[in-house]
Nanobody, 120 residues
Framework: VQLQASGGGLVQAGGSLNLSCAAS????????MGWYRQAPGKQRELVAR???????DYVRSVTGRFTISRDNAKNTVYLQMSSLKPEDTAVYYC???????????????WGQGTQVTVSS
């Protein structure tokens, strides 16, 4: 199983960026999908999460500015980020919990990380 993330970059404060992360390989079912971020010198934190039922959870600091969604047909999770702030600067990692085969357990996979830099 591989996760391919894309969409990071440099943007001015107040701007927008869209991230996507596609899972490929042996996939029987996908449970939760999410995005984490890690800023320099800080611990990795959960940004947003979307379980298989489509409900969503956000860290308080991004509520109202970020939107997480998923396309089950494409095994892809998205993160729409708007009204970006310098404190959103971090490496963003996608996280997927999936079962590779019908009778296998559920495993957690991570994308390679994509840099988001917000200038003031």
């Amino acid at each position: 199983v591989q996760l391919q993330a894309s969409g990071g970059g440099l943007v001015q404060a107040g701007g927008s960026l869209n991230l996507s992360c596609a899972a490929s390989g042996s996939i029987f079912s996908i449970n939760a999908m999410g995005w984490y971020r890690q800023a320099p010198g800080k611990q990795r934190e959960l940004v947003a999460r979307i379980p298989s039922d489509g409900s969503t959870d956000y860290v308080r600091s991004v509520t109202g500015r970020f939107t997480i969604s998923r396309d089950n047909a494409k095994n892809t999770v998205y993160l729409q980020m708007s009204s970006l702030k310098p404190e959103d600067t971090a490496v963003y990692y996608c996280n997927v919990q999936l079962a590779p085969r019908r009778w296998s357990g559920v495993y957690t996979y991570w994308g390679q990380g994509t840099q988001v830099t917000v200038s003031s």
